[in-house]
């Protein structure tokens, strides 16, 4: 490869109806419930050699719009979802090099269960897991593990430092050599190489040692996306790789010289953390059929701008049913996510609500990508010439069987012929692959 290769990753909306509504789903609506699109989606990135899958997660029934859950059933917006450890384990059974990585939240899972079940999930796939880790951020997620609500947006992040601190140690807790499986001395265990870790902090304590074993890359490969100025510091501490929805070549570069910029201040090298940016690329055989399929998608936002702001209210906590569609955008705060809204405000800057929704929902993310398969690679290139970064987190509009095809079949072989991505693994683990290049 001449050019400084990327990595690209798969943001997958959750083990969930994918696209429902849409034309090229099949019978989505019967099927989702068992794993063969999930496992079809992990086998052709692996085909196509992308770095990961990431399965985002939240662990509630959306209720944000109108005080209702009525929108969010009705249109299948992010429910029914499954438990992503369990769509995890059925794909990283049926793939043997890309990383698998869900989201499992800080709120919801006590360190020692998340450190055993992701040392286990590393294990099974042979040093191939992640974890996007992420704190949660709604009060209706919170009331459903018996908790009033979210701490304030911080303090989560502060929780979050001592979560990681544990679960660290719980995954240190095996020496490397520990595990000797010496048949002739009879000893499988060496009892002097674990310890436990007698961790009591603020917030949380654990006894340790971890019984489930050291993962075989000592840690999983740790994804995180945090976008407001403590989230950087956060993820600048502990990622592995950063999935970051930036909007805009030169935002996307200040994002990431600034997240190199702390870890560099934290003594780690900053080239141990692959920035990846979000974009939803339109992909058609030409680029006029590419603009019009992007026309068409602009109009069905704006016919379905209820919708759209019933999924961004999920992210922010805000209940956008109260405001006039036609009004322009009230002043808004949230303790949700809080890049999120800060580029939904951006976008809304002289808008009404509803134009405000269309535009944010009709952009590329990062970038804005479309055309043929070539043009959308070439876009690629320069954003990365541009920006700087690390490679890109695709997220598409409509994940089908369709849309995965137009990306193995079409995108990547367009990429790996200009030399911008990989065209077959290196290492057999995760984050080698990932630190690679
Ligand atoms: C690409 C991407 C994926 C994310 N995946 C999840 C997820 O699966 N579950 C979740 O609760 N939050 C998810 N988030 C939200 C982040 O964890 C974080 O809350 C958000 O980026 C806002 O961070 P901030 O409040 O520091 O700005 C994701 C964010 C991004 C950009």
């Known amino acids: 490869m001449g050019a400084k290769p990327f990595h690209l990753g798969l943001f997958l909306q959750g083990s969930s109806v994918q696209a429902w509504g849409e034309p090229w789903t099949g019978r989505i609506g019967e099927t989702w419930m068992v794993p063969e699109f999930f496992v079809d989606v992990a086998?052709?990135?692996?085909?196509?050699?992308?770095?990961?899958?990431?399965?985002?997660?939240?662990?509630?029934?959306?209720?944000?719009?109108?005080?209702?859950?009525?929108?969010?059933?009705?249109?299948?917006?992010?429910?029914?979802?499954?438990?992503?450890?369990?769509?995890?384990?059925?794909?990283?059974?049926?793939?043997?090099?890309?990383?698998?990585?869900?989201?499992?939240?800080?709120?919801?899972?006590?360190?020692?269960?998340?450190?055993?079940?992701?040392?286990?999930?590393?294990?099974?796939?042979?040093?191939?897991?992640?974890?996007?880790?992420?704190?949660?951020?709604?009060?209706?997620?919170?009331?459903?593990?018996?908790?009033?609500?979210?701490?304030?947006?911080?303090?989560?992040?502060e929780m979050a430092d001592e979560y990681m601190e544990v679960v660290n140690q719980l995954w240190d807790s095996w020496e490397p050599g520990a595990i000797v499986a010496d048949k002739v001395g009879g000893v499988l265990i060496d009892h002097t190489k674990v310890r436990q870790i007698d961790f009591r902090g603020k917030y949380y304590a654990s006894r340790g040692p971890l019984n489930s074993g050291p993962a075989p890359q000592g840690r999983p490969v740790i994804a995180q996306a945090g976008g407001s100025p403590r989230?950087?510091?956060?993820?600048?501490?502990?990622?592995?790789?950063?999935?970051?929805?930036?909007?805009?070549?030169?935002?996307?570069?200040?994002y990431r010289d600034d997240v190199r910029a702390h870890m560099q201040a934290q003594g780690r090298d900053p080239d141990r953390c692959k920035v990846l940016?979000?974009?939803?690329?339109?992909?058609?055989?030409?680029?006029?059929?590419?603009?019009?399929?992007?026309?068409?998608?602009?109009?069905?936002?704006?016919?379905?701008?209820?919708r759209r702001l019933a999924f961004l209210g999920k992210l922010t906590n805000i209940d956008f049913a109260q405001f006039d569609l036609d009004a322009p955008v009230a002043d808004l705060t949230t303790n949700g996510h809080q890049q999120t809204l800060d580029d939904f405000k951006r976008k809304a800057a002289g808008k009404?609500?509803?134009?405000?929704?269309?535009?944010?929902?009709?952009?590329?993310?990062?970038?804005?990508?479309a055309g043929s398969p070539d043009e959308v690679a070439a876009q690629m290139e320069e954003a990365m010439q541009q920006a700087g970064g690390d490679g890109?987190?695709?997220?598409?509009?409509?994940?089908?069987r369709r849309s995965i095809a137009e990306v193995?079949?079409?995108?990547?072989p367009a990429l790996q012929r200009r030399g911008l991505v990989r065209s077959a693994y290196t290492y057999k683990q995760f984050r080698d692959n990932l630190l690679e290049f």
């Not at 969010?72 to 059925?90: E, K, W």
């Not at 990622?239 to 070549?249: L, M, N, Y």
């Not at 068409?296 to 379905?304: G, H, I, M, T």
């Not at 890109?392 to 089908?400: E, I, K, Q, V």
């Open 43 to 157: 086998r052709a990135l692996e085909r196509a050699c992308f770095d990961y899958v990431l399965l985002e997660d939240s662990s509630y029934v959306g209720e944000s719009y109108a005080g209702s859950r009525e929108i969010y059933l009705r249109n299948g917006i992010a429910v029914p979802r499954q438990d992503p450890s369990v769509v995890a384990t059925l794909m990283i059974a049926s793939t043997s090099r890309i990383g698998i990585v869900p989201t499992f939240a800080t709120f919801a899972y006590h360190p020692y269960l998340l450190a055993r079940l992701m040392a286990t999930l590393d294990q099974v796939s042979s040093g191939r897991a992640g974890w996007n880790m992420v704190t949660g951020s709604s009060d209706y997620a919170a009331r459903n593990f018996g908790l009033d609500g979210m701490p304030e947006h911080d303090l989560r992040y």
């Open 231 to 254: 989230g950087r510091r956060f993820a600048a501490t502990h990622a592995d790789t950063i999935v970051a929805s930036i909007k805009g070549a030169d935002r996307m570069r200040g």
């Open 277 to 306: 940016f979000l974009v939803q690329p339109i992909i058609a055989a030409t680029r006029e059929d590419a603009l019009e399929l992007k026309a068409r998608r602009a109009k069905r936002v704006l016919e379905q701008a209820d």
């Open 352 to 369: 009404t609500l509803r134009e405000a929704i269309a535009a944010y929902n009709s952009d590329g993310g990062s970038v804005d990508l």
């Open 392 to 400: 890109f987190l695709l997220t598409l509009p409509d994940l089908t």
């Open 408 to 412: 193995e079949d079409g995108l990547v």
